[in-house]
Structures are given as C-alpha cells and as structure tokens.
C-alpha cells in the first residue's frame, strides 16, 4: 500500500533562517507531488507541484522553493525565513496514471511551522 | 487563487441532526471533490462528483452537483460527534492541468 511521509511535524525557526521540509511516498512510482500551505482561518494554497524528477511548477511568487531529486522526494526550502512564511505545510500526492483526471490528493500529516 | 468558497464558515449541530455545507465556484470544472480535516492533521478525501454527475453517495455522505449554479452541497446524515472537523470543497478547473483549488474551509462542531 502507498504511504505518505511527511517531517518534522513541527518546526520553529528565527528569521533569516534557512528551511527545508522533505516529504517522501512509497508504494507508488511517478507520482505527482504537490506543496500546499495553509495559514490560520484560510484555506489551502497551492504552492508548487511536480509532474516528474526535476520538474517543478511554482504557483504563486514567494520566498519558498521546491526540488524534486529522486521519483518519490518532493523538498520545499528557503534561504532566508521570512515572519510570513508561517503556517502549517501539507505535502501530496496523486496517482501519475490517473492524474489527467485530477483523482483524489492522498495528504500528508502537515508540518506547523512557527516563524519567529 | 480561491475557487471555492463554502458556505457558512462554521456550523454547530447537536448529535443525531444532519448538517448541510455548501460550495460555490466560479468556472467550469472537471470535477469537484470534498475534503475533511481534523484539527492539526492533514487533509482526508471524502468523495468526488464529477462535472457529468448529479448526485453521490457514499455512507453517510451525500453530494450534489448542480453545474448551471456552479455549486455543490455535501450533507452528512445522523451526525456524530466524531464528525466535528473541518471541511474543504476542491476543484479541477477545466485546462487547470494537474492542479485542486481548495475553499476556506467549513467549521463543523457536533456537540454531543
């Protein structure tokens, strides 16, 4: 069965500081992966997601980056953390053979991540 | 950006009673999808309606969609308390590629 890896659970870090979160799958080969954000009383937003190795679509224009260095690795960083930049950070997944008709995100557990 | 938006932002029932969420979105879809989340966890998949579909269910969970409206509506019958969550609609906008646009969320308190 496919399984999502999602760590750490929670994180705080000063300004300035450099992140990375790292989201793994198993069970699955060529998945999409996806990074979305969610700040206190909003919903999801779509941060990047990746259709393959090495490729990374950016949704919205930030501080934040994605790289995908293996199949079923997806890493969001920063160099610099901005007080913005807190929320909780969901990382997902979907089926590459069904994602033409966008099928269900399979979720991760989230990271809280406290910018101070 | 938001696609869309539910409808109320929370809603406190008692056990045993039915709780209706709606959701409407602004252009066409390929599907439509509602989610759940517990508070501090991530996002579960609850069901999905696709745009050729009216009408879904699964369990305790009944969706409609209603395309001429753009929107859709999630009832969850005989409440329980282990229903209290939060609740999310997402849509696949036709030519959106592989992207889900989440609401805001729906508040639902089931008080025992």
Not at chain 1, 29 to 58: D, E, K, T
Not at chain 2, 29 to 34: A, C, D, T
Not at chain 2, 36 to 48: E, K, M, P
Request: charged content about 15%.
């Amino acid at each position: 069965s496919q399984t999502i890896h999602q760590w750490p659970a929670t994180l705080v870090q000063p300004v300035g500081s450099p992140l990375s979160l790292e989201c793994t799958v198993e069970g699955t080969s060529n998945p999409n992966l996806y990074w979305y954000r969610q700040a206190a009383g909003r919903g999801l937003q779509l941060l990047f997601y990746s259709v393959g190795i090495g490729q990374i679509s950016s949704e919205v224009p930030q501080n934040l980056s994605a790289s995908r260095p293996q199949d079923r690795q997806f890493i969001l960083s920063s160099k610099k953390l901005l007080l913005s930049d807190s929320g909780f950070y969901l990382c997902a997944w979907t089926p590459l053979d069904v994602a033409a008709t966008n099928e269900k995100l399979f979720f991760g557990s989230g990271t809280q991540l406290s910018v101070l | 950006s938001q696609q869309g938006e539910e409808d109320p932002q929370a809603l406190s029932i008692q056990e045993g009673e039915n709780a209706t969420m709606n959701c409407s979105y602004k252009t066409s879809i390929n599907n439509l999808q509602w989610y759940r989340q517990n508070s501090g966890r991530g996002l579960v998949h609850l069901i999905l309606i696709r745009s050729n579909e009216r009408e879904k269910h699964s369990g305790r969970l009944r969706v409609t969609l209603d395309t001429s409206k753009k929107s859709s509506s999630l009832l969850i019958t005989a409440s329980r308390a282990a229903d209290t969550a939060s609740y999310f609609c997402a849509t696949n906008k036709v030519g959106g590629s592989e992207k889900l646009v989440f609401g805001k969320g729906m508040k639902l308190t089931v008080n025992p």
